[in-house]
């Protein structure tokens, strides 16, 4: 069973930065699809990045220009730099892997494509 660890959420002000991290306990290179969610009080999962094993990424429209994904095989880990943060960012972060391949990209971003999630990181913007 893949195991996902996410940290590195907090609370900021509007305008921060955070960088969310989610250590996979299998071997990265296998993995084909990885995605950052975010869930916030009473709204569902949302897609908000995704990457493919082939380095190509998807964005939702919301945190284009704001939020990097990035994953870092050697170490099993992937990555999301949150910058300019909003108070409407508030929300919990999810990772999710799968080992099915995501074309076209912008599957990385469905819930569906996944089997495998975190517990999740609290992020929290004051304004």
């Known amino acids: 069973q893949v195991q996902l660890v996410e940290s590195g959420g907090g609370s900021v002000q509007s305008g921060g930065s955070l960088r969310l991290s989610c250590a996979v306990s299998d071997n990265t290179d296998s993995t084909y699809c990885m995605g950052w969610f975010r869930q916030a009080p009473g709204k569902g999962r949302e897609g908000v990045a995704g990457?493919?094993?082939?380095?190509?990424?998807a964005y939702a429209d919301s945190v284009r220009g704001r939020f990097t994904i990035s994953r870092d095989n050697d170490k099993n880990t992937l990555f999301l730099e949150v910058k300019n943060l909003q108070p409407e960012d508030t929300a919990m972060y999810y990772c999710a892997a799968d080992f099915a391949w995501c074309d076209p990209v912008s599957l990385t971003l469905r819930r569906g494509a996944y089997k495998h999630w975190g517990q999740g990181t609290q992020v929290t913007v004051s304004s």
């Open positions: 990457i493919r094993s082939d380095g190509i990424t």
